[in-house]
């Protein structure tokens, strides 16, 4: 027997979170989409149980109306179709309305890098971005870390500080899904991470002799999540951009993962080792960069060679 329309959602996203270890990030917006959806359907009188194909392509058309991008269209259709098939492996539902919908087509779009120069002078700011001592060391391994590993700006900032601990030419990392890898350190990063480590934990000293629990992170913070939060982070690269003279605009903690693994391909990496070291679950998520390359090469004829100049 079928659960109740206002069971629907939350009956799914335990299903996904227990069987597929889905992510915090991939369940909230799970239930955002979901939850607008119906909303929509309430507005008409009906919800989930109700809906059927020309409902979705309704409610597809309204957000296409909003003014919604293609890609948060298909996201929502993504979502939707999800909800139905798993209503309907769960006998809910006799049907799946949204299985023969097609969405958006999605633009194509290559991931923006930052070339080596620009990463060098980030690396540079980041060493005297701070007020004191400890936080322009903080800074300095924030960054040297992102670029060495190409970690996403969420496991860099809940990185435990367990991890680094021993001075370890690799750490383990837990990526989407609570999907642990590998990811190996260079030597700028281990030195910055030593330096760093050594103030951290004379701070976390000074907690525990008063009285207080000391963090389990490796970039401690006061907040209600006990770590840097990514948002900090980001606000905190934007400043380093401007005491690099790079385009603050142009610098984002996720720009820096695409230069790891962009950097990485131009120095002749294997596109399955850069896809383990990403955590890609899917090697075409890895072979955009390769478009990225060929873009760079293109351009790098197109602005240097004699003909085309003449051209």
């Given at each position: 027997m079928a659960p109740p329309a206002t069971r629907w959602l939350p009956v799914f996203l335990e299903a996904r979170a227990a069987e597929q270890g889905a992510a915090l990030n991939t369940l909230a917006a799970y239930r955002r989409d979901l939850d607008d959806f119906a909303q929509w359907l309430a507005a008409r009188g009906t919800d989930y149980?109700?809906?059927?194909?020309?409902?979705v392509q309704d409610y597809l058309i309204h957000c296409d109306a909003?003014?919604?991008?293609?890609?948060?269209?298909?996201?929502?259709?993504?979502?939707?179709?999800?909800?139905?098939?798993?209503?309907?492996?769960?006998?809910?539902?006799?049907d799946n309305p949204a299985v023969t919908l097609k969405g958006p087509g999605a633009a194509n779009r290559l991931p923006e890098s930052l070339g080596r120069d620009e990463v060098d002078r980030l690396l540079e700011a980041a060493r005297d971005k701070g007020h004191s001592l400890p936080a322009q060391l903080r800074n300095r391994a924030l960054v040297e870390l992102l670029y060495a590993t190409g970690m996403?700006?969420?496991?860099?900032?809940?990185?435990?500080?367990?991890?680094?601990?021993?001075?370890?030419?690799?750490?383990?990392?837990?990526?989407?899904?609570?999907?642990?890898r590998?990811?190996?350190?260079?030597?700028?990063?281990?030195?910055?991470?030593t330096d760093w480590l050594e103030a951290r934990d004379r701070s976390e000293e000074a907690v525990r002799r008063a009285g207080a629990a000391p963090s389990k992170f490796l970039f401690p913070s006061r907040g209600k999540e006990g770590h840097l939060t990514r948002h900090h982070f980001w606000l905190l690269m934007k400043e380093i951009a401007v005491l690099a003279g790079v385009s603050p605009g142009a610098v984002t903690p996720h720009k820096l993962r695409h230069a790891f693994a962009t950097h990485l391909l131009a120095g002749g990496a294997d596109l399955r080792v850069i896809q383990t070291l990403l955590g890609h679950a899917d090697i075409a998520t890895t072979e955009i960069y390769t478009h990225v390359l060929d873009q760079h090469l293109k351009d790098l004829v197109l602005d240097h060679h004699p003909l085309a100049k003449k051209g």
């Open positions: 149980t109700g809906a059927d194909r020309r409902s909003q003014g919604l991008s293609p890609a948060t269209r298909a996201r929502r259709l993504s979502a939707i179709r999800q909800l139905y098939r798993f209503a309907h492996e769960e006998g809910w539902r006799a996403r700006v969420s496991e860099l900032v809940s990185l435990p500080v367990a991890a680094v601990r021993g001075n370890p030419e690799m750490i383990l990392v837990r990526g989407k899904g609570g999907k642990e590998l990811v190996p350190l260079s030597a700028p990063a281990r030195a910055a991470l």
